[in-house]
């Protein structure tokens, strides 16, 4: 009988545990959200912990290796760092809306999934259900161009047909 009480008390008393984590939460939360002025608030709700507390004991790691990443991106071009990720509203206006390469080698179109490796070093992907089937080209002139909601699409020079893409590398 004790046998198969244990298993049932461990299960109940993970589930109390992790209960109390998510009240600790709330109660966090619930105190933030009493706070009138709105950078107060922000910081409340930004001193949340976040996960479980190897999460945050992995966090300030995690922190340092990502400041010690930041500054070889910062001194990057903004033609290097186009389509690497979420451009911020502040610096939209210094962010290129386009960039103009070419495809390296023999291009005859594409499909899903299919890859491309740019002049510049730049890796990109075809993320929609797209193809195209054009004629063999030699280092294909290409122009990936960002819309206003920051989807990527690769423009083929010579051709209507354009596909949704994601940058690599």
């Not at 070889?72 to 809306?97: D, H, I, S, Y």
Request: proline content about 6%; some cysteine.
């Amino acid at each position: 009988m004790h046998a198969k009480t244990l298993p049932l008390f461990l299960l109940f008393a993970t589930a109390a545990a992790l209960a109390d984590d998510a009240l600790a939460d709330d109660a966090a939360i619930l105190q933030c959200r009493a706070l009138p002025a709105t950078a107060a608030r922000l910081a409340c709700y930004d001193a949340i912990p976040v996960g479980s507390a190897a999460a945050s004991a992995n966090a300030p790691a995690a922190s340092a290796a990502a400041a010690g990443a930041a500054p070889a991106t910062a001194a990057a071009t903004p033609e290097q760092r186009f389509g690497l990720g979420q451009v911020k509203p502040v610096a939209k206006a210094n962010e290129p809306t386009s960039i103009e390469s070419t495809i390296e080698g023999n291009f005859n179109g594409w499909g899903p999934n299919t890859r491309f490796k740019l002049a510049n070093g730049q890796v990109w992907r075809v993320i929609d259900g797209s193809s195209a089937e054009l004629g063999p080209v030699k280092n294909q002139q290409v122009r990936i161009v960002r819309n206003i909601f920051g989807t990527m699409f690769l423009e083929v020079a010579g051709s209507n047909n354009s596909a949704k893409v994601r940058r690599l590398q």
